[in-house]
């Protein structure tokens, strides 16, 4: 017979509640089976996460510090433990191990845990620390930084929303004179000034609004919009400032501080400006190279935000305890005391295992419940689960409860031990030999010993550490003591068999689940969960915060301003742009003196002078041609070459002598309106005397 098929058969022969036969064969194939366990659990302790078979130094506590006598010098499942035990035991203070209520008493809901007197089964895993000299962590700071942090990242939002109103405010105190522009005479916009006055600003409409131009074959417009939707993003982000009189030159320049956008902006614009300003065609493929390069940029924000999102889950969840939800694959206690390697054993033996998280009801029939101490039943679940046990054939398992329920079929309790032998025998198997540290023995309820279907009993005396009775169509197991359900339990020969056998006399036993303090203490709602945790005071402040947020976004903090334009496609553009910078510097006399220039050496080449120099002629040659008085056009003549040498650079011989090196000084409002005025003149002798035809075009 083979090894799988003699462990099959001893598995049979155990799950229909018989005990082996006490033959060769028999013991052989019980062999085979302790062999088959043995290897599951050095398997499973194999694993660094459970550090007290893999650390000389782990710091046991002094209920765990009991099993060092059983686990003697040498471990060939846990083969740092016993170093581990050659250490004094260390009494290990935990905020996580208070936390969890204790086991036993009754909860903050009024039902009665399974047991009467706390029974703490230590720390968890990560909280494992043996103190010395070289290495004392102090957590009661932890509130305090947690406190600033929150502080902190208040003050630096509300010192944004101050900085944006300072500076919008700040923005609007420009004299009044600015807001007042030259009009033209009243009449409705016509249909091409709307759309241009409808700027869009949302990117992703205007992301969207390109590939839709691009789909109809308008490449300009499609180009304009890709190239608009990346300057809203950077404007978006405080990397650049939108503004009517700022080129694309001066926005490259903005993002000098970042040397990686501004490589990539300079060939979007580099291509972009080749079809505004007619150089290239507008076609699709320079409409693909611009998108292509666009949509990185703009998506960035989202993508970094997306891959901060990912990381502040994924580090929130490193230390994710499975108790809460009930799972077992996150990473359970992998301490001594706990049970999360159990669990693994179980599930290498065949069995669907799990610690239990929803609240206890109506199990199924192939199912058994393991009770241990801290588990919160009340009186009406306990008579629902001996109900299950009697009508459906469940299995209950009570491991260690101080205090077992009140159940007329049970009749047992639990008393301590005098007994100080640690070997366990039980008397369905002669060769199975486990340990368990002493401490206590179960008893009938009138003091009598037990007897039992099956029974583990203790050292010469024979105590009773455990019993196997039957209750109507089930099975229930009842154990003195919780420590053999527990990860270093496991590392003691045959323990781990032992409970398996306990397990298996169910004989339609196919799922395991753990019931301990954390069963059924989720909330049952969000609400409730927030409650209990004391989170409100921080989600009521979060929610402010994005109330700040959107009054910050979707209301105006400053007077409304037009939309600028949509684009430039023109160098008239330009010379307007170049006009309100003019304007912003209140340089009229400036901008007078160069067009005065311009239009003196225009009207010296359309008008005839008789080889005669100097304004003089100049007059006459224009008032011949004009029709006005010839002392009013040497009027307008001489104005314009004062204001023509005022706007002389300061280093020119040209300037005044007073001017050189000196700034020129901004001009009032009287003074713009006279250098208008002479700009309008001059404008009126280059029409009178130049060539007109029909076709002509002003701009």
Known sequence: ??????????????????????????????????????????????????????????????????????????????????????????????????????????????????????????????????????????????????????????????????????????????????????????????????????????????????RSHAARGDYARAIDDAYAALLRRLDGDGLIEIHPSRTNGDYVRSLRERPDLKGAMRSIVRDVEGVQFGVTPPSEPIFRAVMDRVVPLVSRGLALALVAFGLSAALSCVSCTPHAGGGDEGGGDRSPSGTQAVLEVLKEQGFKARRRGEALAAPDRGLALVVLPGAAIDDATWKDLFAWVRDKGGTLFLAGLPRLPDEVELGLRVAQDAETSTALAADWSRGLRASLPPGKRLVEANGDEPEDLYMILRGESSSTAGVVRRLGQGKVVVVADDRLVSNVSLAAPDNAQLFLDLLRFAPYATEVEIVDEWTGVGAETPFEAVREANLWPVIAQLFLLLALLYLWKGSAFARLRDPPAAGRRAFADHARALGLAYRRARASRHAAGLYASWALDRLRERVHRSGRRGLIPLAEAIAARTGRPEAEVMRVLVEASGAREDAAPASSLRAPESARGARPSPRSRDGAAADLELVRELQGFLDATGQRTSDRKTT
């Not at 003697?72 to 905020?95: F, I, M």
């Not at 406190?147 to 919008?168: D, P, Q």
């Not at 249909?191 to 990117?203: F, H, K, L, Y």
């Open 1 to 210: 017979m083979s090894r799988r098929a003699r462990l099959f058969a001893a598995l049979v022969a155990l799950s229909a509640g018989a005990p082996l036969a006490r033959d060769a064969r028999a013991e052989d194939v019980e062999e085979n089976v302790q062999e088959n366990v043995h290897w599951s659990v050095r398997d499973v302790l194999e694993d660094d996460r459970y550090r007290f078979c893999h650390e000389d130094d782990y710091p046991l506590t002094p209920e765990e510090h009991a099993w060092c006598p059983i686990i003697a010098g040498s471990s060939d499942v846990c083969p740092e433990l016993p170093a581990a035990c050659k250490l004094p035991p260390v009494e290990l203070s935990s905020s996580a191990a208070s936390g969890r209520g204790g086991r036993g008493g009754r909860d903050a809901s009024g039902k009665h845990r399974a047991g009467g007197a706390p029974t703490d089964r230590g720390p968890s895993e990560d909280e494992r620390r043996r103190p010395g000299p070289e290495m004392r962590v102090d957590l009661s700071g932890m509130s305090f930084l947690a406190s600033a942090l929150f502080i902190g990242l208040l003050v630096v939002f509300f010192g944004g929303v101050i900085h944006a109103l300072l500076k919008n405010l700040l923005r609007d105190r420009a004299p009044a004179e600015e807001a007042k522009e030259e009009r033209a005479p009243a009449r409705g916009p016509t249909p091409e000034e709307t759309a241009r006055r409808e700027v869009e600003t949302d990117v992703q409409r205007l992301l969207a609004r390109a």
